[in-house]
Nanobody, 127 residues
Framework: VQVVESGGGLVQPGTSLTLSCTAA?????????IGWFRQAPGKERERLGC??????????FPGSFLRGRFTISRDNNKNTVYLQMNSLRPEDTAMYYC??????????????????WGPGTQVTVSA
């Protein structure tokens, strides 16, 4: 399903921010896996984590620089997946993306290839 991110902005170091990834109107996140990614200027895209939107099971990529400072969750009533980020640092400045793929209830979102990508939302961490 098509998804769109929101919630980005300019924040100060040390603060928290929650990004949203919402299914397009008329769509549902049922049987969808949602992945979160980010890309800073001049750097490769970084995988952050993912969630099975049906079951709520999550996977956090061990190499992510955000690991330990962020949480992925979902609200199926709102057809929305969230990326909550804490203790933000200037190096967290990037464009943040979510993407969707078909995923059955009991399957892991780990290692999936994503079909539909949102346009991204910019997060800038600066004093």
């Amino acid at each position: 399903v098509q998804v769109v991110e929101s919630g980005g902005g300019l924040v100060q170091p040390g603060t928290s921010l929650t990004l949203s990834c919402t299914a397009a109107p008329g769509s549902t996140l049922n049987e969808q896996g949602i992945g979160w990614f980010r890309q800073a200027p001049g750097k490769e895209r970084e995988r952050l984590g993912c969630i099975n939107a049906s079951s709520g099971s999550t996977y956090y990529f061990p190499g992510s620089f955000l690991r330990g400072r962020f949480t992925i969750s979902r609200d199926n009533n709102k057809n929305t997946v969230y990326l909550q980020m804490n203790s933000l640092r200037p190096e967290d400045t990037a464009m943040y993306y979510c993407a969707s793929t078909f995923l059955r209830y009991g399957d892991t979102c780990r290692g999936r290839t994503y079909d539909y990508w949102g346009p991204g939302t910019q997060v800038t961490v600066s004093a």
